[in-house]
Nanobody
Framework: QVQLVESGGGLAQAGGSLRLSCAAS????????MAWFRQAPGKDSEFVAR????????TYADSVKDRFTVSRDNAKNTVYLQMNSLKPEDTAVYYC?????????????WGQGTQVTVSS
């Protein structure tokens, strides 16, 4: 059983940056592909980015491409989401997820989420 805990959320101004972390316990992070999702109030969950087990392959949603960077440090059992050039529309609860497959229909493990609020 893998437990995921996100941190690093908070309040940022438009154009600013935040770095989210997702720490894993109860399992070996390198066994899982990882992803970030977000959910804004009143909206469906939205895919943000994913990264392969080794970190070599990444995929981004068009809405965050060239602004967000996903990375991982398997030795620290942690995945990161560096968010630059933040926009008010990036405001959401951000979740990390883990799965043995790179792009599964449904991820097995989820964190509890961390709130990101971007003011204009």
């Amino acid at each position: 059983q893998v437990q995921l805990v996100e941190s690093g959320g908070g309040l940022a101004q438009a154009g600013g940056s935040l770095r989210l972390s997702c720490a894993a316990s109860g399992g070996i992070l390198s066994s899982y592909h990882m992803a970030w999702f977000r959910q804004a109030p009143g909206k469906d969950s939205e895919f943000v980015a994913r990264i392969s087990k080794s970190g070599v392959t990444t995929t981004y949603a068009d809405s965050v491409k060239d602004r967000f960077t996903v990375s991982r440090d398997n030795a620290k059992n942690t995945v990161y989401l560096q968010m630059n050039s933040l926009k008010p529309e990036d405001t959401a609860v951000y979740y990390c997820a883990a799965d043995p497959q790179y792009a599964p229909t449904r991820y097995i493990y989820w964190g509890q989420g961390t709130q990101v609020t971007v003011s204009s």
